[in-house]
């Protein structure tokens, strides 16, 4: 259907004018407030030992819960691409499982599971604290971050095929070397894909994190429960968006790379 000029700029300026009042007003907002009082200023807020010990653990959590999902996330895929098998519904369910659920239920679920009074919280006896501790905070961002790398994976298995796996072996290929020199290398793409949506969710969760934390500084306080901290518990608003601007640089990074492997990944 063709649409008109004036049709078609239009909708234009609505979708552009709505994603100015949402998106960029807002930013804008946190980075005038941010440096308004100068570069020296925004260095000293997070440079304190609590930012700079909230940026490690995020990028810790981030280090742990990346390979944790490329390999679960490659293993699933290729489960349910190329196998058959009783309950592949059901794993499929699970997977989507984290879209549906609010962070904030999966918080509170770990909780009755890990905290004192839950399923496994006798591991706390062995001196190892998984609520309120940083064993709490991988599993709750595993937990969110689950299915990105499956669904990046899964479509790209169905578009290549099993054609020239099965060449492989017919050739003499066990199944590790066919994994590693057919399998993984035409779905890089989309693994490579899947990874920068899971350390971009891990950086940047909060609805779950929360519930399992005990946001203490150095102990389990994230980028993103400090921004938190500083502006509801402190009372410290430059701080928070000092804070807020740092996480948003480190995201702004990731979308780069996103949109750059988006293209990479089409051309190819």
């Known amino acids: 259907m063709r649409t008109s000029t004036g049709t078609r700029l239009t909708l234009r300026t609505v979708a552009l004018g709505y994603l100015f009042v949402l998106v960029v007003v807002p930013?804008?907002?946190?980075?005038?407030?941010?440096?308004?009082?100068?570069?020296?200023a925004f260095v000293e807020s997070i440079?304190?030992?609590?930012?700079?010990?909230?940026?490690?653990?995020?990028?810790?959590?981030?280090?742990?819960?990346?390979?944790?999902?490329?390999v679960f996330g490659v293993t699933t895929a290729l489960a349910l691409v190329r196998g058959r098998f009783p309950g592949r519904n059901l794993v499929?369910?699970?997977v989507d499982?984290?879209?549906?659920?609010?962070?904030?239920?999966?918080g509170v679920s770990l909780i009755l599971?890990?905290?004192v009074d839950g399923w496994f919280g006798a591991v706390e006896q062995t001196g190892l604290r998984v609520i309120f501790g940083f064993p709490g905070l991988v599993l709750a961002t595993i937990f969110v971050t689950l299915p990105f790398v499956v669904r990046e994976v899964e479509p790209v298995l169905h578009e290549i095929g099993d054609e020239?796996?099965?060449?492989?072996v017919t050739l003499g290929a066990s199944r590790w070397q066919t994994l590693w020199r057919i399998t993984l290398p035409a779905i890089r793409w989309g693994l490579t894909y899947?990874?920068?949506?899971?350390?971009?969710r891990s950086l940047g969760e909060f609805g779950a994190v929360i519930m399992v934390s005990s946001n203490f500084p150095g102990v389990s306080q994230t980028l993103t429960l400090l921004v938190h901290s500083r502006y509801i518990d402190d009372h410290n608003t430059y701080g928070a968006y000092c804070a807020a601007t740092l996480l948003m640089a480190i995201a702004v990074i990731v979308l780069a790379l996103m949109t750059l492997l988006d293209r990479?990944?089409?051309t190819r």
């Open 194 to 200: 899947g990874v920068v949506l899971t350390v971009a």
């Open 164 to 168: 020239q796996e099965q060449a492989a």
């Open 27 to 40: 930013l804008a907002l946190i980075l005038y407030r941010t440096f308004e009082r100068g570069i020296g």
């Open 92 to 94: 499929q369910a699970v």
């Open 264 to 266: 990479k990944r089409s």
């Open 113 to 115: 599971l890990w905290g």
């Open 47 to 70: 440079s304190t030992p609590a930012a700079i010990s909230a940026l490690h653990l995020s990028l810790l959590i981030v280090a742990i819960v990346v390979p944790v999902n490329v």
């Open 97 to 106: 499982l984290p879209f549906a659920v609010s962070p904030i239920v999966i």
